[in-house]
Structures are given as C-alpha cells and as structure tokens.
C-alpha cells in the first residue's frame, strides 16, 4: 500500500519497465503531463518489444485534459498499443452519459495490479498545486488478487471494443505466491440490480464492533449509508471520517459539510485535512478489515459510476491503511457544530442544494 501518489508512481514507473506480455490500464483521468509522459514514454518502448498495451479512459473524466482525437494519436504510436474511450459524450443523451468509468486499474502480466484513487495527472502526485497537498492512497496487488483486476479490465474492453479478448489468455499462474491474509478485489456496475460498493461499505460498518476510520473526498449520504453510521455510534462503535479542509468542488464541500450536522449529533468524529484536498476512499474497522478503492461515499460513485476496490482482512496493508489514517487525522482540524453554520438562511440553503446532490 502506498500513502502518497508519489510513491505509488514511483512503483507503477519500476513495475512498467518490467513489463514482458501486456499491460491493461484503466482510468477516470488522465492528463498530459509529467506523470503521465513518463508512462507513456514506457508505453511506447514497451509496445515496439512486443508488449500488448490496452487503454481505457473516460470521456467525461478527460473532456479538458485529452483532445477528442487523443485515441487515435495512442493508436498511431505504435500497433501494439490499442485505446477505447469510454461512453462518448452525445446530444441529447441525458441519461446515459452519467453512467461514467470511474475505477482506476494497472495490470501488468497478470502478475501485479494497482488501484485506488489515484489518477494519471500532476496533481496526485503533487507535481502541480492545485487545493494544497493532494492526499491519496492506492495499493499494489501480486498473486492470485491480481486475476480480479485482469477480469474487470477485459469485462469493460470486451464490452466496449470490438477486439474480444480471451480472460484465461491473461491469467498469470501465482500459485508460488504465498501471502499473509485474503485479498479480494471487486467491481460496482451501475447497470446491476445491486450495489455493490454501497453494500460493501454498509456490511463492513455494520459488523464493526470497536472502531471506523473513513477517508473520502466527498461526504453525500442517503438514508441508508448515514443511518448505518449513526447506529454504528448507537452500539458504542467509535467511528471517525475525514474529508478534505480544502475543497475542490466548492458546492459539493457545502453539502458534505451539511451532511456533518447529524452525524456528529449522533457521536461520529469529523475531521477535515487542513494540509489540503483527501482524495482517498478507504474504510478501516476494528483494525481487522478494511478496503481501498475508487468509491467515494457520494450518490455518483454509489449509484452511477463503474468502480472498483479491494476488500482486505488480515493483511499488511491493512496496517498501513490504520496508521496512515491516524497520522492523516493528526494533520487534521476536528470539526465541532460551532464550527458548522446553522442559522436559518445557511440551513435553508444547505436543504435545498442536498435536493440537487444526486446529480452532483
């Protein structure tokens, strides 16, 4: 597990240059840069030794970082280097361009696998400044977890690209690979009937007995996810949630901030990093289990973007995730209701920008 986005380009550069068969990346963003020129320029070299490089971005994640035309300058860089832009933007299509490819996902050989919240521009790993240090976390993945990250990266190409791509062609044998714990990856399609990242979050706080340390971005509850905080409080759980003290949606930051009020009525801990923006999206419970992934705990993730995450029990990283967060909230401002703005004019405002926070 990574703490920074800097240390984890760092090991995505060192495990790149490794690369033999395939690389399959998968991202919400990516924007010309540093970081991203540096991958690129491994791509490239990778690609002319045989290597099979497949790219997904989202169209909606990359409308002001990549020109419409971007897909087929990757193409033209080499044969070996194929690209899909998820979901085009269309007119007069207002229901399916929410629907938005959110995950973040690195498969190199089969063998090792990244994600989190991490995606490919400058400012995750602090090369450009754009709402104070840029807080995030992601993970790396070796042995037979990898397989989950390979399986949801082809489910998304194959659905969206006429070259069909056979799993078990990119399934590594890591059967040498011995590791402490359970590592399981997994994926949210807004097109199921269940929803699973929402789920995932709900049954880990549920079984919590002792403690919850929540990193998220945004904090944009429904009645079902707030309600399972606050009777996890209720049983005696101490739970704790940081959010950034440095906003980068400023409307969404009032409606997160609206969310505090019953939640720190009910006993929850709220901490805002005063350093700058948290982009992570992790839970940890009981010091025992915990997940990192792409879903923020807001009605878009929840509900209508395609994510990914890692459910851990028992492992290292689990661990890392803890003291990571204690050290985050340490940077951190806890937040009390005086610190809130509840007058009349400010409540009123807060209700109704929470009627608009599905579209959000």
Not at 19 to 32: G, P, S, V
Not at 104 to 111: E, M, R, S, T, Y
Not at 158 to 185: M, R, T, W
Request: glycine share 8%; hydrophobic share 40%; aromatic share 12%.
């Amino acid at each position: 597990m990574e703490v920074l986005g800097e240390d984890y380009f760092e090991g995505i550069l060192n495990d790149l240059c490794q690369a033999k068969k395939f690389i399959f990346m998968e991202y919400f963003i990516i924007e010309e840069g540093e970081m991203w020129g540096e991958i690129l320029k491994i791509l490239v070299e990778k690609a002319h030794s045989g290597v099979q490089i497949r790219i997904i971005y989202d169209d909606i994640g990359c409308f002001q970082t990549l020109s419409w035309e971007y897909r087929h300058h990757l193409e033209e860089l080499h044969t070996n280097i194929r690209c899909v832009v998820f979901n085009r933007v269309k007119l007069f299509d207002d229901v399916v361009v929410n629907n938005r490819d959110h995950r973040k996902i690195l498969v190199i050989d089969g063998k090792v696998g990244f994600t989190g919240g991490i995606n490919i521009a400058d400012e995750y790993i602090n090369k450009k400044v754009k709402y104070g240090h840029w807080k995030d976390i992601g993970i790396r993945l070796e042995g037979s977890g990898v397989w989950g990250l390979t399986c949801l990266f082809l489910e998304m190409w194959n659905a969206n690209n006429d070259e069909k791509l056979s799993p078990l062609e990119y399934k590594y044998n890591s059967h040498d690979i011995i590791c402490k714990g359970f590592v399981q990856p997994f994926g949210d399609n807004p097109l199921a009937e269940i929803e699973v990242g929402q789920n995932v979050y709900i049954d880990m706080i549920n079984q919590a007995n002792e403690s919850i340390y929540i990193m998220t971005p945004y904090l944009i509850l429904d009645e079902m996810t707030q309600n399972a905080i606050i009777l996890a409080t209720t049983r005696g759980v101490q739970v704790n949630i940081l959010t950034p003290g440095m906003p980068d949606k400023k409307t969404v930051y009032r409606i997160t901030r609206s969310n505090y009020i019953s939640l720190i009525k009910a006993g929850v801990r709220i901490f805002e990093y005063t350093a700058g923006f948290i982009h992570a999206k992790s839970i940890v419970v009981d010091q025992q289990v915990a997940m990192i992934g792409t879903i923020n705990l807001d009605y878009r993730s929840l509900y209508l973007n395609f994510e990914c995450g890692v459910y851990m029990y028992g492992t290292q990283a689990v661990d890392d995730l803890y003291v990571d967060t204690i050290y985050t909230i340490l940077k951190s401002k806890q937040i009390r209701l005086a610190d809130l703005e509840l007058n009349g004019i400010g409540l009123v405002t807060d209700t109704i920008l929470r009627v608009f926070a599905p579209l959000m």
